[in-house]
């Protein structure tokens, strides 16, 4: 069964290439050229990744990104013509899972779509084994990647989900930040460990009371994040 792919931006050369290049690979594609066609599309269709551009008339990518994670947790890349770390971060913040910065080669487009694709498939495939933990009021149920804080469901994105889960399930061990980058995004992951950093202020942003003090996911300093058990 061919991948559903969404490729977003308002220039529409870079949208034909991505499509033309996609499209040799069997990919499905689906192209929206602002940020309100792309929501609506999103919200109509069921997709394996989405390439999103962060300059869109009508609505930002930020914008289109954070209201798709209200409803969806498909793996979002960001396409960026900016090389500012800031809007990377931006972009992290938002509940994207990777970026690209233009200008890019459509080879490396492809790899970082087929790495992210290849990581939700063995996800998937590790889904079938049904565990459930609780720890104080944090439950979570790994069978169907839910997570709840006493009766209230929390909403994470999947790798929120991944790193919360390989904490949880290693507790008061301590992983260094490049061990949780390889982990939970792969040896592949061409990003760095500020990625793992905002993961883990947005996840202590919706598990704990007390982001500042957590009770769950702590910091080891200068050495890495760890579930106190």
Not at 2 to 13: I, N, Q, Y
Request: with cysteine.
């Amino acid at each position: 069964m061919s991948k559903k792919v969404l490729v977003v931006d308002d220039e529409k050369l870079i949208v034909k290439g991505i499509r033309f290049s996609l499209e040799q690979d069997d990919m499905d594609v689906d192209c929206a050229y602002d940020g309100e066609e792309a929501l609506e599309l999103a919200k109509a269709n069921k997709y394996d990744i989405i390439l999103l551009d962060l300059m869109l008339p009508k609505m930002d990518g930020l914008e289109v990104c954070q209201q798709i994670r209200e409803f969806s947790d498909v793996p979002i890349v960001m396409l960026t013509a900016k090389g500012e770390d800031m809007d990377k971060i931006l972009g992290l913040e938002y509940g994207a899972d990777d970026y690209i910065t233009k200008p890019f080669n459509i080879l490396e487009v492809k790899a970082r779509i087929k790495a992210i694709m290849r990581r939700a498939h063995l996800e998937a495939k590790t889904q079938e084994k049904a565990k459930t933990v609780q720890v104080g009021e944090l439950k979570m149920d790994c069978e169907s990647r839910r997570v709840f804080i006493g009766d209230k469901e929390i909403n994470l994105t999947a790798k929120e989900f991944d790193v919360l889960e390989l904490l949880v399930f290693n507790p008061n061990k301590v992983y260094s930040r490049e061990n949780l980058l390889n982990i939970v995004w792969g040896y592949e992951y061409p990003g760095d460990v500020r990625t793992v950093d905002v993961h883990i202020r947005r996840l202590r942003e919706k598990i704990e009371t007390n982001p500042s003090d957590p009770k769950y996911v702590y910091t080891k300093w200068g050495v890495g994040y760890y579930f106190k058990g």
